[in-house]
């Protein structure tokens, strides 16, 4: 037979946890073993503590209201000696299988996280170089300033709910080869919040957030590149509830250069001279991050060579120094001359002794049935 633990401590069915507090210390002064040594008197001790425990614990409470016994003392199958006895919750058994526990169960707050957000920034070259700084235009949710955050009308706050009383999930027993098996699952009503918002906030329809715009000035650092992300913490979206705010990422976009070839912290740009220049050497002014520089072109440089400036690169991200600025060089070779000009380079070849040039491979390459030969040897 079901033990009726209200009637163990002498209470109401709807009794307050402050009155079931109050009807067990009376009883427990009155059986304690100390003054009471008899064991009909002990036995009586062990039903109110059992009781206690029951009623002083919501989910134990709510398990026994619904006609099981936490302790198997119901009169379903099996018994309190049958391992899963009659009434025993079978979230209980998903806990021991699975490491469960109560702290994942009872109403979940309002307030959660809010999103995190990507926004993207299109820089020049030269800002990504040495860095800038941005105002940017946000359209995010912001803190509710009318109920702040609660979601509730001004001078209301939400009711607790009517169908779970506050524990944001309802249970339900059911009969199986387990004997009365209790699960639980959210309230339908509250939606497992445990309160329901009677008089939502007019501003923002109970959601505790406002849709806004709204302004910010960051500093994006000098060394960027393109397809850098850069966290901006809790500039994301507040979280419904007036939840904590996400974190805002910007994504970076360079824009090509005109002229420099960006490869990591290293500019690379192609400047074409004329031969004569090329043979004979001259000064040239070209354009750098940092201005027009003079750079000193050797007598008989050849297309492909390379001039390096020095620290005249992007600079290094989160460190100090800067990349190089790679000068490549295209040697132009006229292909319209007037008579004079004709007349000047066959003296020139003349005096060279390049009327006929025999034809030379430059070092390190070969002709064809060379690479042929070395690629049926195994070369």
């Known amino acids: 037979m079901a033990r009726d633990y209200y009637a163990i401590l002498g209470v109401r069915r709807d009794a307050g946890q402050d009155e079931i507090k109050k009807a067990y210390r009376r009883l427990a002064r009155e059986l304690h073993p100390d003054l009471n040594p008899d064991p009909e008197t002990q036995e009586r001790f ?51 299988f699975f490491g469960g526990g109560a702290a994942a169960r009872g109403p979940r707050s309002r307030a959660r996280r809010g999103r995190n957000a990507t926004i993207r920034v299109e ?51 059911t009969r199986s080869f387990l004997g009365q098996v209790m699960t639980a699952r959210p309230c339908p ?53 007036g939840g904590p705010p996400g974190d805002l990422f910007l994504e970076i976009v360079e824009r090509p250069h005109q002229i420099f070839e960006r490869r990591g912290d290293d500019l690379h740009c192609t400047v074409q001279i004329p031969m004569t220049a090329a043979a004979l050497g001259t000064i040239l002014t ?37 990349g190089d600025l790679l000068i490549h060089f295209n040697v132009e070779t006229p292909t319209r001359l007037d008579p004079a000009q004709e007349e000047l380079l066959k003296e020139l070849s003349k005096l060279r002794g390049e009327e006929r040039p025999p034809g030379k491979f430059a070092p390190g390459q070969q002709g064809f049935f060379s690479r042929l030969r070395d690629a049926f040897n195994g070369r």
């Open 286 to 322: 070209v354009e750098t991050l940092d201005g027009a520089e003079e750079i000193d072109v050797r007598p008989g440089t050849q297309s492909g060579q390379v001039i390096p400036l020095y620290s005249r690169g992007v600079q290094h991200l989160n460190e100090s120094g800067r």
């Open 189 to 241: 009503q509250c939606g497992g919040f445990g309160s329901v918002i009677q008089h939502p906030c007019q501003e923002c329809s109970g959601d505790g957030r406002v849709r806004t715009r709204r302004t910010i000035k960051v500093r994006i650092p000098a060394g960027v590149e393109d397809g850098t992300h850069i966290q901006l913490a809790g500039e994301g979206e507040i979280g419904p509830g």
């Open 123 to 173: 820089l020049d070259l030269a800002e990504s170089a040495f860095g800038t700084t941005r105002e940017l235009v946000v359209d995010t949710a912001v803190l509710c300033e009318v109920c702040h955050g609660s979601g509730a009308a001004s001078g209301t706050h939400p009711d607790t709910c009517d169908m779970c009383h506050g524990r944001g999930e309802i249970s339900q027993v």
């Open 46 to 96: 062990k039903e109110i503590n059992q009781a206690y425990e029951v009623l002083s614990d919501p989910n134990k409470r709510q398990m026994f209201d619904l006609g099981a016994d936490p302790f198997g003392g119901g009169g379903g199958a099996g018994g309190a000696g049958a391992g899963f006895g009659a009434g025993f919750p079978f979230s209980d058994i998903m806990d021991a």
